[in-house]
């Protein structure tokens, strides 16, 4: 796992905000895997969510980034792979309580929503907010078998 890197990924509609948060994290010496999208040309939100929630779903990157016009759009991708924990925040109180409450491993923010100037503490503080564990980490680890609470099979996580 590259402990470090973040893999960034968006569609047209968060293209200009891409940008934005892969020179911010330059800026703070984070390396960054961009896997798109490269331009507003129109482009299909779920390829590129899933390249960055699959990355970090079979533990290549511990965190990824996703942008899109809504977030939702990424977010419902995102959260379709195992271990992927993406939370859309499009405020300063959700990204906190994302990474004390959810270990947000996948940060969602919609391009459309917010400005680059709220995006951008949105960012500094899910960087550097930690996990508070205990309670937290019971409840994620029930999220994890999900299915077995209500008797559907839903994929397994690999461990
Ligand atoms: C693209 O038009 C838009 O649908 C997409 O960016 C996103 O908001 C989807 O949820």
Not at 19 to 29: F, P, S, W
Not at 103 to 114: A, E, F, P
Request: proline share 3%.
């Amino acid at each position: 796992m590259d402990r470090n890197t973040i893999i960034i990924g968006c569609d047209h509609a968060a293209f200009a905000m891409k940008e934005k948060i892969r020179n911010r994290l330059l800026e703070l010496a984070i390396p960054v895997q961009d896997e798109g999208a490269f331009s507003e040309e129109s482009v299909n939100y779920p390829e590129f969510g899933a390249k960055v929630a699959g990355a970090v779903s079979a533990g290549a990157y511990s965190r990824g980034i996703l942008l899109c016009g809504t977030g939702l759009g990424m977010s419902i991708v995102a959260n379709r792979f195992p271990k992927v924990r993406a939370t859309l925040c499009n405020d300063l109180f959700s990204a906190r309580m994302a990474r004390m409450h959810n270990d947000s491993n996948i940060l969602v923010m919609g391009g459309r929503v917010i400005g680059d100037v709220l995006a951008m503490e949105i960012l500094d503080t899910w960087l550097n907010t930690p996990f508070e564990g205990g309670r937290h980490q019971t409840r994620l680890d029930l999220i994890e078998k999900a299915g077995d609470l209500c008797g559907v099979a839903l994929p397994r996580t690999k461990r």
